[in-house]
């Protein structure tokens, strides 16, 4: 099975490849929010959370507040296991305002 930070590293690739985006891993320890999520960007003016999990896993019930949390400010959020769900999302997002 793929590793999560495999999962991580394809996500960031395909997402610096979009035009008008720049995303970073969020990385845990002491200056970190417990619970954030793990990659963190911004394209074409809307700002993205996601929670990146292995197929099958779920996110605890702090992630899942800390993506509520984003999601009430107007970020685009969600948990992925794959690039396909990223693409999805913003896709999905991209009918409300962004363009990619």
């Not at 619970?35 to 990146?52: A, K, L, M």
Request: proline letters at 4%; aromatic letters at 4%; hydrophobic letters at 40%.
């Amino acid at each position: 099975m793929t590793s999560e930070r495999a999962i991580v590293k394809a996500i960031l690739r395909y997402l610096k490849s979009l035009p008008r985006c720049v995303a970073r891993k969020r990385w845990g320890g002491g200056l970190g929010v417990a619970g954030d999520p793990d990659i963190t960007g911004c394209i074409h003016g809307r700002h993205f959370e996601f929670e990146v999990k292995r197929p099958g896993e779920r996110p605890t019930q702090l992630q899942l507040l800390r993506l509520r949390e984003w999601k009430d400010a107007g970020a685009i959020t969600g948990v992925v296991t794959s690039t396909a769900e990223v693409r999805e999302l913003l896709e999905k997002s991209s009918a409300e305002a962004i363009k990619i």
